[in-house]
């Protein structure tokens, strides 16, 4: 039994040698060709409404990434309720909406309290599996750590959100080797708001005091514009002292500045001024130490002795019983004669008028007395913050009608002097004008058309209507009026064999089923494929029954 190889027929050669003839042939064909208007129409409406959808639909924005599938369906629902259609990315997670409805967004879910926050702090902790290592153990407590912070930080009012970075080195047994930990804060705060100084160092000690040993000086914040609010050298450096002695001059020109605002405003309107105040302030610190002296001294000290007299038993020993005589009171008083003086140093003291009569017991004394000169120490401490010179600008604005006249702004720069405290010994300056502002017509018009939000939505809506009207003009409109035009020529074509333009009496085409009979050589003989098919009609008219044949015998012939 032999097998031999059939070589494949040319024609199925040829049907797979020529792809691009064969779609040629494709769209030769009669049905393909009746239909591709069609087809065409309907690809041009698809891609009109394309167009519409991806130009009509708003471009989308992020509104929040990587939440759990609770806060997404939390977040979802909420949206949907407030009618704000949003999206989820299949392939990041992230959840999307129109940038139309971002800040509504924002708002809506801020009210309610989405999206949950995700679970941090301490309940970190709770997550941990068993069996964990130590390193994860501790870089898992070190995240509890700072979540807490973070929360504690967001208390404060003017903070929206807060992230703390802890770098807590590992303990080491030798004392030198030992690191301090140190903190890093990034605050988010609130539009408008900034934090005051006192408020930056009650952060300071909240982060230092809640790691051990980590010192105030060891903690950094920043803030989200990347401005550094920790002042270089702590708080009792110079530094420290230099940005509070600025800070004096700043609050002496605000309350001046507060005090014009405050005169000028009942008097000339709100935005009809300007005021600007510069104060040169003394900012050096004095101190001064003086003592005085009295010229009356006082006693500090004496020592020496004196002799007594040693008549009268005077130098006889003290004898009785001690104290008896402490009761006792003293004898009556006698005045004694005053006697000259003798010049004898050694004789006893004479009783002088108008003084202390003499000890009778006492023959002569030696002190040594030491006397001290009255002090008053007094130290003055002269703190900064006076000002030694005030210059005050004011601008007016002129009335839309007219100027002002000089004895309107001499009663303008009284005012701003009794405000100011202008002082002439310390060469203060005052000045007063009144001018037209510029662009104030601008200002109150408002915003330029093109700045306005419905402008990106309407050249949008009309972008995508524009190009479905194109589409639908240059498009679809040809196709259709092509297509009725081709359908009005074949109801309206002769018979095979009447003449063109033939009409009856009533204006119909004549001829019109009274057409004479096809033979088989008119079929031949006829070109055009138009024609023929009209030819063929009208033989399978005339003759049904070899029609039918004809038939018959192309299915044989195919079956064979």
């Known amino acids: 039994m032999s097998t031999a190889l059939i070589p494949a027929s040319s024609g199925a050669t040829e ?20 239909s591709l208007p069609m087809a065409l129409m309907v690809g041009l409406i698809a891609a009109a409404a394309l167009a519409w959808m991806s130009l009509s639909t708003p471009p989308q924005k992020t509104l929040f990434s990587g939440l759990p599938d609770s806060d997404k369906a939390a977040v979802t629902s909420a949206l949907t309720t407030a009618n704000i259609k949003s999206h989820i990315d299949e392939g990041t997670g992230a959840l999307t909406v129109g940038e139309d409805d971002y800040s509504r967004a924002k708002m809506l879910l801020a009210g309610q309290g989405l999206p949950k926050a995700a679970p941090g702090g301490y309940a970190i902790l709770d997550q941990l599996p068993m069996g964990v290592s130590r390193a994860v153990e501790g870089e898992r407590l070190r995240q509890a750590r700072e979540s807490e912070m973070a929360k504690s930080i967001e208390e404060i009012d003017a903070v929206a959100e807060a992230r703390v970075h802890l770098a807590m080195p590992e303990a080491s047994v030798f004392v030198r080797d030992n690191a301090a930990p140190s903190a890093s804060v990034i605050l988010k705060l609130q539009g408008g708001r900034s934090l005051s100084d006192a408020q930056v160092s009650s952060i300071i000690n909240l982060v230092a005091s809640s790691v051990p040993g980590m010192k105030p000086e060891a903690v950094t914040i920043v803030d989200q514009m990347g401005a550094l609010l920790t002042k270089a050298g702590g708080n009792d450096g110079a530094g420290a002292a230099s940005d509070a002695r600025i800070d004096i001059q700043r609050r002496i020109e605000d309350k001046y500045r507060t005090q014009l605002i405050a005169l000028l405003t ?7 001024f300007t005021a600007e ?14 003592e005085s002296y009295e010229k009356q001294g006082v006693l500090r000290a004496e020592t020496g002795n004196w002799t007594g007299n040693q008549r009268d038993g005077a130098g006889a020993a003290p004898g009785g019983i001690p104290g008896a005589l402490s009761n006792t009171p003293p004898a ?17 003291a004479q009783p002088v008028a108008g003084g202390a009569a003499p000890d009778a017991m006492k023959q002569s004394d030696q002190y040594q007395r ?23 600008a004011v601008l007016l604005r002129d009335p839309e009608k007219g100027r002002r006249t000089a004895m309107e702004i001499n009663q303008i ?12 010994a310390r060469n203060d300056n005052v000045t007063v004008i009144s001018r037209k502002f510029a662009g104030a017509t601008d200002a109150a018009t408002g915003p330029a058309w093109y700045d306005n939000a419905w402008l990106p939505v309407l050249a949008r809506n009309g972008t995508a209507i524009v190009i479905a009207l194109l589409v639908l003009l240059l498009g679809v409109r040809p196709i259709a009026k092509a297509l009725m035009k081709k359908r009005e020529d074949a109801t309206t074509r002769p018979a095979f064999g009447q003449p063109i ?60």
């Open 370 to 392: 030491a006397y001290d000169l009255g002090r008053e120490v007094s130290v003055t401490r002269a703190t900064p913050g006076g000002v030694k010179r005030l210059s005050v």
């Open 266 to 272: 009942p008097l000339v309107g709100a935005g009809n």
């Open 277 to 290: 105040v510069q104060a040169d302030v003394n900012l050096d610190e004095s101190q001064a130490t003086r």
């Open 15 to 34: 049907r797979f040698a020529n792809p691009l003839q064969q779609i040629k042939g494709v769209f030769a064909q009669p049905a393909v060709r009746r």
């Open 332 to 348: 009556a008083s006698t005045l004694s004669t005053p006697q000259p003086a003798t010049g004898n140093p050694g004789a006893p």
């Open 413 to 424: 720069s009284d005012l701003v002097k009794s405000a100011v405290g202008f002082d002439q």
């Open 501 to 560: 333009g033939e009409v009856d009496g009533d204006g119909a085409p004549a001829g019109i089923g009274v057409a004479p009979p096809v033979s088989l050589d008119q079929l031949e003989n006829t070109r055009g494929y138009d024609d023929r098919i009209g030819a063929v009609r009208g033989f399978t008219r005339d003759n049904p029954t070899r029609a039918a044949l004809a038939v018959r015998d192309m299915i044989k012939a195919d079956a064979k």
